[in-house]
């Protein structure tokens, strides 16, 4: 087994971050898939749509899973260059922090997507310039 980054397909921000994870990855083995694939639904049945489309989803190769703000510093280890952030993220302040500020993201995402000009999947510029 792989360890496994989960994400909303949907979502343009989550899709950005899995470009820029793909990019830098450290470990030739972690994959990323939608949560909408039948491939997650196979292989993590245990695993709601509901649960990966409100949170990232990291499974470790053991099978262990971690949600949210707690994903990220396991998926940070496997990031070429970013093993300081997963370390400052652990600190105990931060940490306390950090899933309030991940809860807020997320919740946003969406809006926050069309801030940053990315427009949705499957968007042409006529199709969705009154997004």
Not at 14 to 29: F, G, I, L, Q, T
Not at 66 to 74: C, K, L, N, Q, R
């Amino acid at each position: 087994m792989h360890a496994t980054l989960i994400y909303d397909a949907d979502c343009p921000m989550c899709r950005a971050v899995v470009d820029w994870v793909n990019e830098r990855k450290s470990d030739p083995d972690l994959r990323t898939l939608p949560c909408q694939s039948d491939e997650r639904v196979r292989q993590f049945p245990d695993l709601s749509q509901d649960e990966c489309l409100e949170s990232v989803q990291f499974v470790l190769e053991d099978g262990r899973r971690y949600a949210g703000a707690e994903s990220i510093p396991h998926l940070l280890l496997r990031v070429r260059g970013w093993r300081w952030l997963a370390r400052i993220l652990r600190l105990p302040g931060v940490a306390w922090v950090s899933p309030y500020v991940y809860r807020i993201v997320a919740r946003n995402r969406h809006a926050i997507s069309v801030l940053v000009h990315d427009k949705p999947r499957g968007c042409s510029d006529e199709d969705c310039s009154a997004e």
